[in-house]
């Protein structure tokens, strides 16, 4: 079954075709990679579990040790968050190498130990494929993947070809909105594909039927069966990785898949490997946001044709002094620890609090009525969605700190941060301090107005007057740097392509101003 539903192009009224239109799957594109990489693996020219460094012309630093293709895999490879330069506009065509050895991520996490999701990572298996195959990526994937799968309205190329220009949705912040440039994703291997519905049916044909569609054979079955089955987990009892591929069983399944987004495009592929059933949706707009349809829409889609009842478990007896002893802020893996998105990182961090019932609730962890849901502990240290089937699992990790396992979501976790590290004790000693200095600065000239209506003048020393003005100065350049931060940020959020050499000159130009501002305070 394939449809489309509404536009490609909303202001002509331009119907989405789903075996002509081309929509961008995002991070979809990375199992093309990865079946790049397992072709080459089963030719013997790639070897899993070989410091990776030897595939290439340049060397990754390790801090914490060496990383192997299955760590890439598996997203374990330990990287900092990278966003500079992920996503731009305009007609530029990508140089993968010099991406890759100058935008090279630190290692915050000893490999294979720590699932962080890492788009460099992805372009580097990409890099490696070209290099071990000698060709071009995008001409390495379009003659051994998409020309194999008839999948003929299909590319890596950016900007995309003539021949298939024409067939490109837009890309819309919301329908309402005029359309978007063409986004451009510059560690291509990890997000750049354009495709149609019914290619993307073709591919998920390929790996449903163990590496062939027709007389076509993509894959061998030894090495697509190897590829499907698990490589990495935190917790025998949650989702984990394959190779490239995550699980994200439900409905009494085992089903293995892959979301993707850029700015504009919203997409799900999902694999149910022993029903032989595949599943891709994607979306041109997000609309407002509000809601995940295409998460609603698959579970809609499980419930209706692999009905499923969850277990009626009962609630352990150690529910309520578990939920205490795990309440807390928990942050991301997917950090950004040395750049000035760090500070943002603890604004997005997960608040789990015990309720009276010896449940727990996750503020950032909504219902479908909008409001947090409620999680029961069924297995220790286990909490599982009220009417729900996600669990959410919390466990020591190899220094002893708690973290928590998100089931859904294998490719990160979420670790608890101390006393310093906790947005409940930093965000009111930074709103506080901003709410001085704000009243300081304010407060200048409305002294100084009062001052000279009623005759009055201070009666200060040469360095009294100094230090007057210099608390006055400093206090303005850390106001100018807090909303200057801000709003590059918030800029940045809804146009990524901002977060390239565009904006180097005023991130610079405002750390140079937080560094004046923070030793002057």
């Given at each position: 079954?394939?449809?489309?539903?509404?536009?490609?192009?909303?202001?002509?009224?331009?119907?989405?075709?789903?075996?002509?239109?081309?929509?961008?799957?995002?991070?979809?594109?990375?199992?093309?990679?990865?079946?790049?990489?397992?072709?080459?693996?089963?030719?013997?020219?790639?070897?899993?579990?070989?410091?990776?460094?030897?595939?290439?012309?340049?060397?990754?630093?390790?801090?914490?040790?060496?990383?192997?293709?299955?760590?890439?895999?598996?997203?374990?490879?330990?990287?900092?968050?990278?966003?500079?330069?992920?996503?731009?506009?305009?007609?530029?065509?990508?140089?993968?190498?010099?991406?890759?050895?100058?935008?090279?991520?630190?290692?915050?996490?000893?490999?294979?130990?720590?699932?962080?999701?890492?788009?460099?990572?992805?372009?580097?298996?990409?890099?490696?494929?070209?290099?071990?195959?000698?060709?071009?990526?995008?001409?390495?994937?379009?003659?051994?993947?998409?020309?194999?799968?008839?999948?003929?309205?299909?590319?890596?190329?950016?900007?995309?070809?003539?021949?298939?220009?024409?067939?490109?949705?837009?890309?819309?912040?919301?329908?309402?909105?005029?359309?978007?440039?063409?986004?451009?994703?510059?560690?291509?291997?990890?997000?750049?594909?354009?495709?149609?519905?019914?290619?993307?049916?073709?591919?998920?044909?390929?790996?449903?039927?163990?590496?062939?569609?027709?007389?076509?054979?993509?894959?061998?079955?030894?090495?697509?069966?190897?590829?499907?089955?698990?490589?990495?987990?935190?917790?025998?009892?949650?989702?984990?990785?394959?190779?490239?591929?995550?699980?994200?069983?439900?409905?009494?399944?085992r089903i293995i898949g892959h979301g993707g987004d850029t700015q504009f495009f919203h997409s799900d592929l999902h694999l149910m490997l022993e029903a032989k059933v595949g599943f891709f949706i994607s979306y041109n707009s997000a609309g407002r946001g509000e809601t995940s349809p295409r998460t609603s829409l698959w579970e809609a889609f499980l419930d209706r044709y692999f009905p499923y009842q969850v277990p009626a478990d009962a609630t352990l007896a150690t529910a309520k002094e578990d939920a205490r002893s795990i309440s807390g802020k928990y942050l991301l893996s997917l950090q950004f620890q040395s750049s000035p998105l760090r500070a943002f990182s603890y604004l997005g961090e997960f608040d789990v609090s015990p309720t009276e019932e010896g449940m727990i609730e996750?503020?950032?962890?909504?219902?479908?009525?909008?409001?947090?849901?409620?999680?029961?502990?069924?297995?220790?240290?286990?909490?599982?969605?009220?009417?729900?089937?996600?669990?959410?699992?919390?466990?020591?990790?190899?220094?002893?700190?708690?973290?928590?396992?998100?089931?859904?979501?294998?490719?990160?976790?979420?670790?608890?941060?101390?006393?310093?590290?906790?947005?409940?004790?930093?965000?009111?000693?930074?709103?506080?301090?901003?709410?001085?200095?704000?009243?300081?600065?304010?407060?200048?000239?409305?002294?100084?107005?009062?001052?000279?209506?009623?005759?009055?003048?201070?009666?200060?020393?040469?360095?009294?007057?100094?230090?007057?003005?210099?608390?006055?100065?400093?206090?303005?350049?850390?106001?100018?740097?807090?909303?200057?931060?801000?709003?590059?940020?918030?800029?940045?959020?809804?146009?990524?392509?901002?977060?390239?050499?565009?904006?180097?000159?005023?991130?610079?130009?405002?750390?140079?101003?937080?560094?004046?501002?923070?030793?002057?305070?």
């Open positions: 079954f394939a449809k489309g539903y509404g536009y490609a192009d909303y202001q002509n009224r331009k119907p989405v075709v789903p075996s002509e239109t081309l929509f961008r799957p995002g991070s979809i594109s990375k199992l093309f990679t990865w079946t790049a990489v397992m072709q080459l693996y089963e030719q013997g020219k790639l070897d899993l579990d070989r410091d990776v460094n030897q595939y290439l012309d340049f060397q990754i630093p390790y801090a914490y040790g060496p990383i192997t293709m299955k760590h890439i895999l598996t997203h374990t490879a330990g990287f900092e968050g990278r966003i500079k330069d992920l996503i731009v506009t305009g007609s530029t065509s990508p140089n993968l190498g010099e991406y890759l050895k100058t935008h090279i991520p630190p290692q915050i996490f000893p490999p294979g130990t720590t699932p962080a999701y890492s788009n460099y990572a992805t372009a580097l298996a990409g890099y490696i494929v070209e290099r071990i195959s000698g060709q071009p990526f995008n001409d390495y994937i379009d003659q051994h993947i998409l020309k194999p799968l008839n999948m003929t309205h299909s590319t890596f190329a950016q900007p995309l070809p003539g021949a298939l220009a024409s067939y490109m949705s837009n890309g819309y912040g919301r329908a309402s909105g005029s359309a978007e440039e063409f986004e451009v994703v510059v560690p291509f291997p990890a997000g750049s594909l354009s495709s149609t519905a019914t290619d993307m049916s073709q591919f998920m044909l390929a790996h449903l039927q163990e590496g062939q569609l027709g007389d076509v054979r993509i894959l061998k079955p030894e090495t697509a069966t190897l590829m499907h089955s698990r490589l990495f987990t935190l917790d025998p009892a949650s989702n984990g990785m394959a190779y490239g591929f995550y699980e994200e069983s439900r409905n009494g399944q996750v503020a950032q962890l909504l219902g479908a009525n909008g409001k947090p849901a409620r999680w029961r502990e069924v297995a220790p240290m286990t909490f599982r969605k009220v009417n729900g089937q996600d669990t959410l699992i919390f466990k020591p990790d190899q220094s002893g700190h708690m973290q928590m396992v998100v089931s859904m979501f294998p490719f990160y976790v979420f670790q608890r941060v101390g006393f310093l590290h906790n947005k409940a004790f930093l965000l009111p000693v930074v709103v506080v301090s901003l709410v001085i200095m704000l009243l300081t600065v304010l407060l200048w000239p409305i002294g100084w107005i009062i001052r000279r209506y009623y005759g009055y003048l201070l009666d200060l020393t040469g360095v009294e007057i100094l230090l007057r003005w210099g608390v006055r100065i400093v206090f303005l350049l850390n106001l100018i740097f807090a909303i200057g931060l801000a709003a590059i940020l918030g800029y940045g959020s809804s146009h990524l392509g901002f977060f390239s050499d565009r904006a180097t000159f005023w991130f610079y130009l405002v750390q140079v101003i937080g560094v004046i501002g923070a030793i002057g305070t």
